[in-house]
């Protein structure tokens, strides 16, 4: 038992090197073959705890982060997330046992789990194996067709592939079938996604400036450091303007109190949007009369160029018990042991997409200005990124891009920031469209239709802790993906595909019993 669980920590070791702190993205093709190796011909039982164990060993490697905002909040998510590694390691035992059904069955039942994963419990899609995989690009542009979950299966397909070859091998048996297979789909995702990186996107353009105000978290909400807050957007955004951007973004929570009940917060705001004739997207908090008493929204607020509130989109998918206490009337007990006051904010039902116009200066005779076609987007705030649907909902209502605003200053100077970017990579390929990132504090960035990540906001090589501003210019396309239209189609495929094995093991198990008897 001892070399088995040695054989499932290195698993987990070579998993978290494939994330962000190390990106060694590579190792995440192999690095499920000791887990396999440890789960073989054991029990269900015996492989679920070998399984948890690298479950949780790789959970603490990845998120540890949360630690910053809660230690027994920490705790108990990571135990719970190791849960679907001990599930994954009892689904391999079985199907060991059923070879020829092996090569398939692992990655649909992987898919699967990250699935329930991202739903179950308002979803935490956090490290979903794809992930590791962000930065290679020819691998991820297959997510416009299969989503992040077409990634996923691939990366643990060659794992069992690997496996059964090795496996093979020590039984000095001449049968490379599993790896056949496994190199000719990784050959037809590269050749793919080499094709689709050759794509040249046309279409109108506009330039955004982002903005990242690196306000500490312990002063965002301190009435003293109020105008010093004001101050440092201030100071940004009038900067920004003079590089004439179309549109500047602010982060989640920027403004620092309640916008649309604090008048003279309100109209400070207002005189600097007029003052650098730019419209502005800024994230704040809001306050609303509701029959109980009041709601509050954690918001993002599209000012025109002339400083008027042109619309506003309240977020959808809060964070649990960070923004609102799930199933309160149980669960209300929990506010009296969390470290950090939790949010009692109301969720948004509306997939809202802003529009605004946007002016050139004319090059004919008349210098005068002119109104172009209208420009249409969606804000996605804080985590709503890590969930593909979001985005796509979105987007199937007309958005050009999205902009995705943020605050990952609660999780210090840990690899968080750039966990959390690696989804924006993923939903700009599955849907073709432009993602921007404004974060107070990384990562601020641009990430194109191909998932490149064309500029952030750096100083002296740091991208996180360090305020500043970026411009960019993108390209608005009108494109409608497979993915777009029909979701995660591949991921429910491979559900009817895990559900129906279990399925078939059932029927068949009575037959068994009743040949045992004839004999």
């Known amino acids: 038992m001892r070399n088995r669980l040695v054989l499932a920590a290195l698993s987990a070791v070579l998993l978290i090197l494939s994330f962000p702190g190390f990106n060694f993205e590579f190792l995440a093709w192999v690095a499920f073959v000791p887990l396999f190796f440890a789960v073989e011909n ?5 492989a679920f705890l070998i399984s948890y164990a690298a479950g949780v ?41 059923r070879s020829h059904l092996s090569l398939m069955a692992i990655p649909c039942a992987w898919v699967t789990l990250e699935l329930v994963r991202s739903h179950l419990l308002t979803g935490f899609g956090w490290n979903l194996l794809a992930y590791s995989q962000s930065y290679t690009l020819p691998i991820v542009q297959i997510a416009d067709i299969f989503g992040l979950y077409g990634v996923s299966f691939l990366v643990m397909l060659v794992n069992t592939a690997i496996f059964f070859t090795l496996k093979n091998i020590k039984k000095r048996e001449r049968s490379f079938i599993y790896i056949s297979i496994a190199v000719f789909l990784v050959y037809l995702s590269v050749s793919y996604g080499v094709f689709r990186l050759k794509n040249i996107f046309t279409g109108r353009s506009i330039k955004v400036a982002v903005i990242q105000g690196n306000i500490p978290q312990e002063r965002k909400w301190d009435a003293s450091f109020r105008e010093f807050i004001l101050n440092r957007y201030d100071e940004l955004t009038r900067k920004a303007a003079e590089e004439k951007p179309d549109i500047i973004v602010w982060p989640e929570t920027s403004v620092p109190g309640f916008l649309e009940t604090e008048e003279d917060l309100l109209k400070s705001i207002k005189a600097l949007v007029a003052g650098v004739n730019t419209p502005l997207l800024a994230g704040a908090v809001r306050e609303e009369p509701a029959d109980t008493g009041v709601n509050y929204y954690n918001s993002a607020v599209l000012f025109s160029r002339d400083g008027n509130v042109l619309g506003r989109y309240d977020k959808i998918h809060l964070v649990p018990f960070g923004e609102y206490i799930p199933f309160k009337g149980i669960l209300k007990f929990v506010e009296k042991f969390a470290p950090v006051p939790i949010g009692d904010c109301a969720a948004g039902k509306e997939y809202s997409v802003f529009n605004f116009f946007v002016e050139r200066n004319s090059k004919g005779k008349d210098s005068s200005w002119k109104l172009v076609k209208k420009v249409r987007f969606s804000t996605l705030i804080c985590f709503e990124d890590i969930f593909p649907d979001i985005s796509r909902r979105f987007v199937m209502n007309g958005a050009d891009f999205l902009v995705n605003i943020t605050n990952d200053a609660w999780y210090k100077k840990t690899s968080a920031a750039e966990q959390h970017a690696q989804a924006s990579i993923f939903r700009a390929v599955e849907n073709r469209i432009n993602v921007i990132r404004a974060a107070n504090t990384g990562v601020s960035c641009f990430i194109n239709q191909k998932g490149e990540v064309l500029g952030r906001v750096e100083l002296l090589g740091e991208d996180v802790f360090v305020s500043g501003f970026k411009t960019g210019e993108i390209i608005l396309t009108k494109t409608r ?39």
């Open 42 to 46: 054991k029990e269900p039982f015996k």
């Open 57 to 97: 060993l790789f959970f603490l490697g990845t998120i540890y982060w949360l630690i910053h905002v809660t230690l027994p909040g920490m705790i108990v998510v990571v135990l719970y997330l190791g849960l679907y590694f001990g599930i994954f390691g009892m689904a391999c035992s079985y199907y060991f046992q």
């Open 481 to 519: 993906t497979f993915y777009t239209v029909y979701g995660d189609l591949f991921a429910y495929l491979c559900l009817v595909v895990t559900v129906g094995s279990v399925f078939i093991r059932k029927r068949k198990m009575p037959c068994s019993k009743q040949v045992l008897k004839v004999k």
